[in-house]
């Protein structure tokens, strides 16, 4: 499995939950998982349900690992632990979904210059 693809993969994960988050969903079943993201995201409309599990199985470590959310294990779904927020790299201009358990930095140079996205107009 290509690393790159492992983290971009992540990457729409994030942006999922987070928007799953703001739908007051906070629970997702692993199940329906990959199709929703077929559905979702034009990146993954001509995937294969099988690679986008295998990338899930990747990333749902890192997650939990970083304790984003939270595996339950009885129905097979997951959690999340806490909102994810929205988050813009100054020096890369990067989004990046994080938790308040994370340390606030870029998830693609580690820059911990970050700003609220979008900028909100003062």
């Known amino acids: 499995m290509e690393e790159r693809a492992v983290k971009e993969f992540e ?5 999922y939950l ?3 988050y703001n739908l007051n969903n ?3 079943v692993l199940k329906q998982l ?9 990146r993954y409309r001509h995937s294969d349900q099988t690679d986008l599990k ?17 595996e339950i294990v009885i129905d097979g779904s997951i959690e999340l632990h806490d909102n994810l927020f929205r988050l813009q790299c100054a020096k890369c201009y990067y ?11 870029c998830l693609r140079c580690a820059s911990t210059d970050l700003n609220e996205f979008p900028r909100r107009n003062k």
């Open 11 to 15: 990457w729409y994960l994030r942006d």
């Open 18 to 20: 987070f928007r799953q």
């Open 26 to 28: 906070r629970r997702i």
């Open 34 to 42: 990959p199709m929703e993201m077929i559905n979702t995201y034009l």
């Open 54 to 70: 295998q990338y899930l199985e990747e990333v749902l470590k890192n997650l939990l690992a970083r304790h984003v959310i939270n």
């Open 95 to 105: 989004i990046s979904y994080l938790n308040h358990l994370e340390p606030r930095e």
